[in-house]
């Protein structure tokens, strides 16, 4: 039996694209992206569940908190694309977190750190307590915003280097809970 249970949670889905640039949809990085974390994380006996599998869903943050919830999972992991109203002018990843004290903050900041080792820059953890997959969820969460996708710096990173990234993602969750 696994030790571990954690919700690894794409962002969007279906018809909510989430951010968009040049053709590119937020949707579609972090569905892969969650996928590939989650093929490592069970490398370790670790029971994954997703929030959705497919691009044919999109349930609401209430019912991603809900099964989460349900699920009773040690963590959440929301994975998203950050975004900025011009082009090209911010760069790098951040966590957001319900607060920057206690396990989640801890599991934001090594999944940073790991994420500045790839090449992207360190944003920071920052709190976020009005998002609803960080405060209605009963175990420590964290929403990860993985560069921006407008931003063709952090595109090309995020495609040249996809499997180091998620590599990153998941040795920092490893390295939460299992110090």
Same mark, same amino acid.
């Given at each position: 039996?696994?030790?571990?249970?954690?919700?690894?949670?794409?962002?969007?889905?279906?018809?909510?694209?989430?951010?968009?640039?040049?053709?590119?949809?937020?949707?579609?990085?972090?569905?892969?992206?969650?996928?590939?974390?989650?093929?490592?994380?069970?490398?370790? +006996?670790?029971? &994954? !569940?997703?929030?959705?599998?497919?691009?044919?869903?999109?349930?609401?943050?209430?019912?991603?908190?809900? #099964? *989460?919830?349900?699920?009773?999972?040690?963590?959440?992991?929301?994975?998203?694309?950050?975004?900025?109203?011009?082009?090209?002018?911010?760069?790098?990843?951040?966590?957001?977190?319900?607060?920057?004290?206690?396990?989640?903050?801890?599991?934001?900041?090594?999944?940073?750190?790991?994420?500045?080792?790839?090449?992207?820059?360190?944003?920071?953890?920052?709190?976020?307590? +009005?998002?609803? &997959? !960080?405060?209605?969820?009963?175990?420590?969460?964290?929403?990860?915003?993985?560069?921006?996708?407008?931003? #063709? *710096?952090?595109?090309?990173?995020?495609?040249?280097?996809?499997?180091?990234?998620?590599?990153?993602?998941?040795?920092?969750?490893?390295?939460?809970?299992?110090?």
């Amino acid at each position: 039996m696994a030790a571990y249970t954690i919700v690894l949670d794409p962002g969007h889905g279906a018809t909510n694209p989430g951010a968009v640039y040049n053709g590119r949809q937020e949707k579609d990085d972090v569905l892969s992206l969650a996928f590939a974390v989650g093929d490592i994380l069970k490398n370790y +006996n670790i029971n &994954v !569940l997703y929030t959705r599998w497919d691009d044919e869903s999109n349930p609401s943050v209430y019912q991603r908190a809900r #099964d *989460a919830n349900w699920a009773d999972a040690d963590y959440f992991i929301s994975f998203h694309r950050n975004s900025s109203p011009v082009p090209n002018t911010y760069s790098g990843v951040e966590s957001l977190v319900y607060s920057s004290y206690g396990p989640a903050a801890v599991l934001a900041d090594n999944i940073n750190q790991q994420l500045e080792q790839v090449g992207f820059r360190n944003l920071g953890v920052n709190e976020r307590p +009005n998002l609803v &997959v !960080l405060n209605s969820t009963d175990m420590p969460s964290v929403l990860l915003e993985i560069g921006f996708i407008n931003t #063709d *710096a952090d595109n090309a990173l995020f495609d040249e280097r996809f499997y180091d990234i998620a590599q990153a993602i998941a040795d920092g969750i490893l390295m939460t809970i299992y110090p």
